[in-house]
């Protein structure tokens, strides 16, 4: 053919893969790898769940920062109904305080120094929220003792019950 094709070399010889044609499966496994040890590390750790205890007390603490006497006097009593919601099963955030009392005074689980604490609470708080009685600082502080001295007291007659 005119001596065209003469002048063409022949193709000898292997065309080898380049660089990322060759390793990109183990570019993308160590990505892999590398996410999940990521993910691993920055995982969200379980706190282990809040006793009740802890959650009346922090509840507690927290309404101290409530500014009216009135809001105080929800947030303590709030607490202390569901403290022993949970820990005693009984419906007490759901009842009005005559009817809560009328169910803690047939409670074998609340002995009458309990019963009296529980009392006390619950009428200073009515008298805050509703009657908008004012406490100032030595009646807020009356309040949140008595409640911390409530599922504080009640909290370890539990613990004890356990042993």
Known sequence: MNGVFEEIDSLTGKIE???WQEYWAWFVAAAMLLAFILGFLTRKKNKPA???LEKAMLQIKAAAMSATDS???????AAVREYISEVYKMPAPERTTEEFLKIASNSENLDEGAKKQIAELLTLADLAKFAGAEFGSEGRSKMSNLAIDFVESQDAKINAAKK
């Open 71 to 77: 809001l105080f006097a929800f947030y303590v009593s």
């Open 17 to 19: 893969p380049t660089f």
């Open 50 to 52: 809040e006793t009740p």
